[in-house]
């Protein structure tokens, strides 16, 4: 399909009606009409093919009215198909509730999901991440000490295992490169970095790279040594990002795409407030401005991001939840920026089971600095991840509590969230990434 046969399609389901052959639907503008239908008052006019009409020549203007209304009954005439983009949930399966990898469809002009079904088994994949042509998907296990499994993408969202290897330390997070070659792990327990090569048909290769990192921060229960919680490659291909919740500090690295390496670069590394524990990075759509949230200290700093060398520079750090609120029992969780860039999102989750759930929504200014839009309840317990669909419009939000996912509403104009009807259930739902493209 061409791209103005893609433009027609569109327009064609927002102008769809149902009017019978004796009245006729309305006829729009000719201003609004698609461009290849402009000329529709010259001497000949071809219809588009994918309306399956011959050419016609109007002889007068009741010939145009004629012929639009028959453009109008023959291609209009349909319910346009709403899109529905898939989406995939990492879970613990240490709840009995659950076996490993589940999928299923979000429709985006309604905000309804489908019946969730299990795509894979997998001993708790604990985070997902797909190639970028949406072939496969990687995830990061509990297998053993810590593996990243690599799975074949099969129609209906099914996922076939193709291999697993361990990560060298206990993965909790994972990132695919721009070109599919290598996937990044972070390692948790082991403090550590590394890089593997992605074999021709998607299985996981030998291990490219392994950086140790060192230090520690201010907290002696959970900051006695390095905690790298995830790991992220810059859209340019050029940088990754390290979360360390050990010593508050996102790590810098160039990466080699074609080698898989990647060598520490500590003079460009951002740095949280002391405490904070550095958990999950959101990097803006337009590489300028990366957010970092912090596990124990309940708050997000907001760097500008240099995209020349990949240096991060702090320039604000805020609060993820209310002034006066209590932090007693609170962690901070996932983070992930709109598609548009206007806003940011952070989750809360209340361990205490207290009700306490939520997610922070912040407007992003032209500076990169945040504003508190709104403290939106999460409708789930401990919210540890969401994830936000490809059209901006919605925000699947996992309760690992309460074995369930809602569906929240994404206002277009405010960003903020409101609640919908739509749920369902899971064990231990902990991950939620979407395909980049329409249902598979």
């Known amino acids: 399909m061409t ?88 879970t613990y399966t240490d709840n009995p509730l659950s076996q490993g990898i589940y999928s299923g469809t979000l429709d985006t002009r309604t905000g309804r999901i ?62 695919v490169d721009a070109t599919g070659r290598d996937v990044l792990a972070a390692n948790y327990t082991g403090g550590s970095a590394a890089c593997f090569r992605i074999q021709p048909d998607g299985s996981v290769g030998e291990r490219a790279a392994f950086v140790p990192l060192t230090g520690s921060g201010p907290n002696p229960q959970r900051q006695t040594h390095p905690y790298i919680h995830s790991i992220y490659v810059d859209a340019a291909n050029r940088f990754a990002y390290a979360c360390d919740l050990g010593t508050d500090h996102v790590w810098l690295f160039d990466f080699e795409a074609q080698t898989g390496n990647l060598k520490l670069v500590k003079a460009g590394s951002g740095k949280m407030p002391p405490g904070s524990g550095t958990r999950h990075l959101a990097i803006s759509p337009d590489g300028r401005f990366a957010y970092a949230n912090g596990e124990m200290g309940l708050n997000v700093t907001a760097f500008a ?76 317990k401990v919210p540890r991840g969401f994830g936000i669909d490809p059209s901006g419009q919605w925000l699947i939000v996992a309760g690992q509590q309460d074995n369930r996912i809602v569906v929240l509403k994404i206002d277009a104009a405010t960003g903020q969230l409101t609640p919908t009807s739509q749920s369902a259930t899971v064990g231990a739902p902990i991950c939620v990434i979407f395909a980049a493209t329409e249902k598979q």
């Open 3 to 90: 791209p103005q046969q893609a433009a027609n399609r569109r327009w064609h389901g927002q102008r769809c009606g149902s009017a019978g052959a004796d009245s006729g639907p309305d006829m729009p503008p000719i201003d609004t009409l698609p461009s290849k239908w402009r000329g529709i008052q010259k001497e000949t006019m071809r219809i588009p093919t994918d309306c399956g009409l011959a050419t016609m020549r109007p002889a007068d203007g009741n010939g145009l009215k004629w012929f639009l209304r028959l453009v109008f009954l023959l291609c209009f005439s349909a319910t346009a198909v709403a899109a529905e983009v898939r989406f995939y949930l990492g």
């Open 114 to 175: 489908s019946p969730l079904e299990l795509a894979a088994k997998a001993t708790s994949p604990n985070y997902l991440a797909l190639s970028p042509d949406g072939k496969f998907l990687y995830a990061s296990t509990l297998a053993g000490d810590g593996s990243v499994a690599a799975f074949r993408v099969e129609d209906g969202g099914h996922l076939a295992k193709l291999n697993e290897i361990s990560s060298g330390g206990g993965a909790r997070h994972l990132s």
């Open 305 to 380: 991001r240099d995209p020349g060398n990949g240096a991060l520079t702090a320039l604000q750090t805020v609060s993820t939840l209310p002034d006066g609120a209590a932090t007693n029992e609170v962690t901070a969780a996932e983070i992930f920026c709109h598609p548009s860039g206007k806003w940011l999102y952070v989750s809360n989750r209340d361990v205490s089971n207290r009700g306490r759930d939520s997610i922070a929504v912040y407007a992003i200014a032209v500076d990169g600095r945040l504003k508190r839009m709104q403290d939106a309840p999460a409708q789930v």
